[in-house]
């Protein structure tokens, strides 16, 4: 359970807070997803979750960050780290850099948390199985695609198997079949209890995956709902958000004047 309370943020060096009360709570195996325009402050809010902000790059928190009940304020970064994961928008940033292949850069993460090596080995396999990049696992991480790297990355973070994962827009850089892998592994990964927090632009992918979204529009919530819900808010435009296709079609076909039933099963969930 990960919850934030009341919590502003303002970045070291800025007066003004670019997150304000913010109240959001994610309970175990649940999937919450984030949307708002660009600047709304979504990636804030994924550094404040996993306790990046402050604990790594300072700036001003107010109000309550908890993990499992226990209040997070002042708690040292490693605490965050062995319970929250976090995937950065920009993945290249991510690869560690000191691995020669992409097996070891996915192993590097069970390896650290100090599992034996067998278990290790298990769950970097697994992890490149689900993505379907088995056939990475001899390249080097400096010759990756951005795509592969996104890949690798959420491979790493699987592999890691943590309590809370967040993600900023993890499927930014990836095709559909990318996406489609994507997402197939985040369900699996909640169906083990893990809470996830996914930031997406891709409407399309958290529609079906998410029972919850959020909507966030100037560094405030200013929606919380059953992911069906949000979806179709007519306000999503304003909030620079695309509806998902089904909810376009739908529209489309509403318009005129025909049955949406007609596209049932055949877009979306
Ligand atoms: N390191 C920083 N220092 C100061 N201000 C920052 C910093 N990073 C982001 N901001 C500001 O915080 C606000 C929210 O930015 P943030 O990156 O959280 O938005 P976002 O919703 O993730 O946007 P995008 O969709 O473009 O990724 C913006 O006004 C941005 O300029
Ligand atoms: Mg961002």
């Known amino acids: 359970m990960l919850g934030l309370h009341g919590v502003g943020y303002r970045y070291a060096g800025y007066a003004g807070p670019v997150l304000h009360d913010i109240d959001l709570t994610l309970a175990d195996g649940e999937i919450v997803g984030v949307v708002g325009a660009n600047e709304s402050g979504k990636s804030t809010l994924s550094l404040v979750a996993s306790g990046l902000a402050p604990g790594s790059i300072g700036g001003g928190l107010s109000g309550t ?7 997070m304020a002042g708690r040292p970064l490693h605490e965050f ?19 020669g292949s992409v097996f070891e850069e996915v192993a590097l993460g069970p390896m650290n948390l ?19 990049i ?19 990355v959420i491979a790493s973070l699987l592999a890691m198997r943590p309590a809370h994962l967040v993600l900023d827009e ?14 197939e592994a985040l369900r699996g990964l909640a169906a083990t209890g893990t809470a996830l927090l996914i930031v997406e632009h891709k409407t399309d992918l958290l529609d079906g995956l998410c029972s919850r979204i959020v909507v966030l529009d100037a560094g405030r919530i200013v929606r919380d709902g059953p992911a069906d819900d949000v979806l179709a808010d007519p306000r999503l435009d304003d909030w620079g958000v ?28």
């Open 170 to 183: 993890p499927t930014a850089q990836l095709d559909p079949e990318g996406t489609r892998l994507v997402g």
């Open 242 to 269: 695309d509806p998902p296709s089904r909810i376009r079609l739908g529209r489309a076909l509403a318009m005129r004047d025909l049955d949406p039933a007609l596209i049932a099963g055949v877009v979306g969930s």
């Open 114 to 132: 100090g599992l034996p090596t067998r278990e290790t080995v298990e769950r970097t396999k697994a992890a490149l199985a689900t993505l379907g």
């Open 65 to 71: 960050l908890t993990i499992d009940g226990v209040d």
């Open 81 to 99: 780290s062995t319970r929250v994961g976090i995937g950065f928008q920009n993945p290249a940033t991510q690869l560690s850099g000191v691995t």
């Open 134 to 152: 088995d056939q990475l696992a001899e390249r080097e991480p400096r010759r990756l695609s951005g795509g592969q790297a996104q890949l690798v």
